[in-house]
């Protein structure tokens, strides 16, 4: 920006300050009128102000025009200048008034070569903030990597320190986690800020500091998966020590902290400093393990009885899905063994029924049909076939 003058006069023989006032006479001089101008060693160049002055007046200078507008003066050469200088705006400068031409109007500093246009509009660009912050501060170093949002920060900085940019809450609040799929559509700042949130006493090497290894990173101490390729401790992340770790982000308020109202809003007194611990390994959620109703009869959970959460009983005993399942397997195998004995029993009365049915019919004796009032056990008709074979027997031999 060009230097320009003020229109305060800081030499005596520049206007004071909002010019001239306009009908004033100017006073009588003693001096006769074929006075045409100074004597030539009382001439000096003067401006609106001490930047327009070529060469200052010095002491004699000032002494010859005192003298030239009053003879009588009492001021001498050998006085000091400040001296001089006074008497000089005292007794000559009231007469050089009406006479002096007015300061140069001060030009207002605008920026004629900047666009106009709203930083916040949804049609501004990222190359029209960076135009406008260039143009006012040409050395700033803006990072090709910047979002529109980082440019506004520096926009308001440098250009407009009154704009009220909406607050970006992206790296003040708790990250969220990302299933290992979607990491890929995450910034790498956004993984560093959950790897320091989840795992604060992981410190990433700048060796790892690309979007490949991080994400890896991210999968083993955030998700506690296996990450997709080996992480080598030492060169790609290091530990550091637990007790040495104080983060921000899980700092505890003192308990004596009390809010007190200020006006609209409520200002926070804190009488002791705030204690910054260190964040907990992350563990996993331990949820209560779901349990079901167990109606077996291998166990006799049938026959028991459990109360709900009402206090009402009912038939069953609480177990574990898996639990039931086993007693499941065990009744199908019971029921599986009853059917295979039954249908032994009837394989083997059936056979019998057949070695009697030969004899029989040869001593002309025709069998009773059996019904299930005349059933009897395996053991009794084994009983009853051996004796009719014997007697079956005794009469066939000579």
């Not at 406008?132 to 900085?157: E, M, V």
């Amino acid at each position: 920006m060009k230097k320009r003058t003020a229109t305060s006069s800081g030499s005596p023989l520049g206007p004071e300050n909002g010019g001239f006032p306009r009908g004033v006479n100017p006073p009588t001089s003693t001096q006769p009128t074929s006075f045409q101008a100074p004597p030539a060693g009382t001439r000096t160049r003067r401006g609106s102000s001490d930047h327009g002055v070529r060469a200052k007046p010095k002491k004699l200078q000032y002494y010859n025009i005192i003298f030239t507008f009053n003879p009588a003066t009492t001021s001498r050469p050998t006085n000091l200048k400040e001296s001089l200088k006074n008497a000089f705006l005292t007794d000559v400068r009231p007469l050089l008034v009406p006479y002096l031409l007015p300061a140069p109007a001060v030009k207002m500093d605008t920026d004629a070569g900047q666009e106009d246009f709203d930083p916040l509009g949804r049609k501004t660009t990222k190359p029209m903030l960076v135009k406008a912050i260039l143009q006012k501060r040409p050395t700033t170093t803006i990072p090709p990597g910047a979002t529109i949002d980082d440019i506004l920060i520096l926009y308001k900085h440098y250009v407009s320190p009154g704009l009220v940019i909406p607050p970006n809450r992206r790296f003040i609040e708790k990250p969220r986690t990302v299933a290992a799929p979607r990491l890929k559509g995450e910034s790498m700042e956004e993984t560093l800020l959950a790897l320091r949130y989840y795992s604060p006493s992981v410190f990433v090497r700048s060796l790892a500091m690309n979007k490949e290894c991080l994400i890896d990173l991210y999968i083993q101490f955030v998700l506690e998966e296996t990450p997709r390729s080996p992480l080598i401790h030492g060169f790609h992340y290091t530990i550091l020590k637990t007790s040495d770790i104080e983060t921000p982000m899980d700092q505890e308020a003192d308990p004596e902290a009390r809010c007190i109202p200020s006006g609209p809003i409520w200002t926070c007194c804190i009488n002791v400093p705030l204690v910054f611990k260190a964040m907990p390994p992350r563990h996993k959620k331990i949820t209560k393990p779901h349990r079901v109703v167990c109606l077996c009869k291998s166990f006799n959970c049938a026959d028991q009885i459990y109360p709900d959460a009402n206090g009402v009983n009912h038939p069953g005993v609480e177990v574990l899905p898996e639990t039931r399942a086993a007693h499941k397997r065990a009744d199908y195998r019971n029921e599986l063994r009853e059917v295979n004995s039954l249908e032994s029993t009837n394989v083997s009365t059936s056979s019998v029924q057949d070695l009697l049915v030969s004899p029989m019919q040869q001593l002309g004796i025709e069998p009773s049909p059996i019904t299930s009032q005349h059933h009897q056990t395996e053991d009794e008709h084994t009983s009853v076939a051996g004796e009719v074979l014997d007697s079956t027997a005794n009469s066939f031999s000579p």
